[in-house]
């Protein structure tokens, strides 16, 4: 009743930029984070950037001063701006949403990934 749907992946060289978006749709009583992790081959997955319920922010170290994380509640979506791609940024990423239903019910929901590809 709740999906997470990504966009905005895709293959770009490295120095380049993507930005990539994910929108929360269903029976939606409140959203209370959002936030964006990454797998790459091999590898757990990680967080990249969130919004806490709080509202702050928190971002991995290795994306810091390069990636930024935003959204528009009014469309319950979320967005990662990634600029100064490496090759290392490569994975799929996943947007995370801890959501509660109009039922009353809280959990977290994940998208079905977006695949970002650095080239070097």
């Known amino acids: 009743q709740v999906q997470l749907v990504e966009s905005g992946g895709g293959l770009v060289q490295a120095g380049g930029s993507l930005r990539l978006s994910c929108a929360a749709s269903?029976?939606?009583?409140?959203?209370?984070?959002m936030g964006w992790y990454r797998q790459a081959p091999g590898k757990q997955r990680e967080l990249v950037a969130a919004f806490t319920s709080g509202g702050s922010t928190n971002y991995a170290d290795s994306v810091k001063g390069r990636f930024t994380i935003s959204r528009d509640n009014a469309k319950n979506t979320v967005y990662l701006q990634m600029n100064s791609l490496k090759p290392e940024d490569t994975a799929v990423y996943y947007c995370?949403?801890?959501?509660?239903?109009?039922?009353?019910?809280?959990?977290?929901?994940w998208g079905q990934g977006t695949q970002v590809t650095v080239s070097s």
């Open positions: 269903g029976s939606i009583f409140s959203i209370n984070a």
């Open positions: 995370n949403s801890r959501i509660t239903t109009i039922g009353q019910i809280t959990r977290n929901y």
